[in-house]
């Protein structure tokens, strides 16, 4: 089945505490991207990739590192985290990314909580 | 920068009713996806429009790209509950980025 699926669904943790939010996708998908959800802001673009090994800022990178040493899998970093990045994340992939016109496909989301 | 809006940012309806979001863009767009997002679900793609004044339908959701390409439409008729969810516009300005809109609620009363 195709999906992009993130690990853990849930965290509870406390400020400065190092974290990483896995995501991975099976599509071969060239395209992956971070996004966090606030209420009444949307989804906010945090950091994305077109490839492997190439990454770039999104709108609202301040606090985060990505990776991307493999196609298939691209982490969310924090690390030292703080109340501010309690929200809802979501990874997505698609084909081609920002050039094109395929659709984004989004895993089921996190829900972090810093203390 | 470019910048989304989508009004309202909630609605509440009764099942039957129509109901319908509107998403603004202040820069012209090269084409716009909607997406769909249960309660305590990921965001769903729904359709995606490139055309000037192209218009899209689904079943009970008709889809409007505006004749400059700066706003889009989606207008459900008669809903249901199943309608339940938050509607995102997301579009591609100059800079070739995707950017979403702030979303619209929805709930439907039986």
């Known amino acids: 089945e195709a999906q992009v699926t993130q690990n853990p669904r849930y965290l509870i943790t406390v400020t400065g505490k190092k974290l990483t939010v896995t995501c991975s996708q099976n599509?071969?998908?060239?395209?992956m991207s971070w996004y966090r959800q606030d209420p009444g802001l949307g989804l906010r673009q945090i950091y994305y990739?077109?490839?492997?090994?190439?990454?770039d800022k999104g709108d609202v990178p301040e606090g985060y590192k990505v990776s991307r040493k493999e196609k298939r899998n691209f982490p969310l970093i924090l690390e030292s985290p703080s109340p501010n990045q309690t929200s809802l994340y979501f990874c997505?992939?698609?084909?081609?990314?920002?050039?094109?016109?395929?659709?984004?496909?989004f895993g089921p989301g996190t829900r972090l909580t810093v203390l | 920068g470019q910048q989304v809006m989508q009004i309202p940012q909630y609605q509440h309806v009764q099942e039957g009713e129509d109901f319908t979001t509107y998403c603004n863009s202040s820069?012209?767009?090269?084409?716009i996806q909607w997406y769909k997002q249960r309660p305590g679900g990921h965001p769903v793609f729904l359709i995606q429009l490139v055309k000037s004044g192209e218009v899209k339908k689904q079943k009970r959701l008709t889809f409007q790209f505006g004749e400059a390409k700066k706003n889009s439409s989606l207008h459900i008729t008669a809903t249901q509950t199943t309608d339940v969810g938050t509607y995102f516009c997301?579009?591609?300005?100059?800079?070739?980025?995707?950017?979403f809109g702030t979303g619209t609620r929805l709930q439907v009363f039986p």
């Open positions: 997301a579009g591609r300005g100059n800079t070739d980025k995707l950017i």
């Open positions: 997505a992939s698609s084909f081609r990314g920002q050039s094109s016109t395929d659709t984004q496909y």
């Open positions: 990739s077109m490839n492997v090994e190439v990454t």
């Open positions: 820069t012209t767009l090269s084409n």
């Open positions: 599509m071969n998908h060239e395209y």
